[in-house]
T-cell receptor
């Protein structure tokens, strides 16, 4: 298996633009997580899905952020409009089994820079 | 809220030495995990220890868990330059099926 796939790997955009990050989890994994990592705040959970259904989005910073999982093999995280403080590395992770607290498999991340 | 807090924040050692990192958390857990992150990469799972286990080994890694003290330690023996990375402990949230990651320990292994 190729592991968790994220695209793009790097994104540079200007303030006010829409940004869409993509994730393909490992086949057969029932849970998908979106994280944001910054030097100041560390690794923060934004939202997670179980069987394509959003379970907890309390970590989403504000309404500018939205996430979808239309099917078991694809998820998106959208920021509209983007702001410089959104600059961070965004990770997607998936986990198998019946518990979301099992081992998580992380993608390589998307480094977002908002100018 | 539950949170793993790693200690020290940064650690610098010579190749061949042992590295020990600690993690403290606040509430009861059923497992604790350690992850490694190389610069510019995603996190990689190292080891999971369950609440009924006191010690676990994986290659040069040794993890201990003391539920009475709400703490865990990660020992890397005979360190190598390739072990240079950040190490995170992760504890499940009390409610919900997800984790809280600590701020991490940055380990530098000097050749």
């Amino acid at each position: 298996d190729a592991g968790v796939i994220q695209s793009p790997r790097h994104e540079v955009t200007e303030m006010g633009q829409e940004v869409t990050l993509r994730c393909k989890p490992i086949s057969g994994h029932d849970y998908l997580f979106w994280y944001r990592q910054t030097m100041m705040r560390g690794l923060e959970l934004l939202i997670y899905f179980n069987n394509n259904v959003p379970i907890d989005d309390s970590g989403m910073p504000e309404d500018r952020f939205s996430a979808k999982m239309p099917n078991a093999s694809f998820s998106t995280l959208k920021i509209q409009p983007s702001e410089p403080r959104d600059s961070a590395v965004y990770f997607c992770a998936s986990t198998p089994g019946t518990s979301g607290s099992d081992t998580q498999y992380f993608g390589p991340g998307t480094r977002l820079t908002v100018l | 809220s539950q949170q793993g807090e790693e200690d020290p924040q940064a650690l610098s050692i010579q190749e061949g030495e042992n590295a020990t990192m600690n993690c403290s958390y606040k509430t009861s857990i059923n497992n604790l995990q350690w992850y490694r992150q190389n610069s510019g990469r995603g996190l990689v799972h190292l080891i999971l220890i369950r609440s009924n286990e006191r010690e676990k080994h994986s290659g040069r890694l040794r993890v201990t868990l003391d539920t009475s003290k709400k703490s865990s330690s990660l020992l890397i023996t005979a360190s190598r330059a390739a072990d240079t990375a950040s190490y995170f402990c992760a504890t499940p949230r009390e409610y919900g099926q997800n984790f809280v990651f600590g701020p991490g320990t940055r380990l530098s292994v000097l050749p």
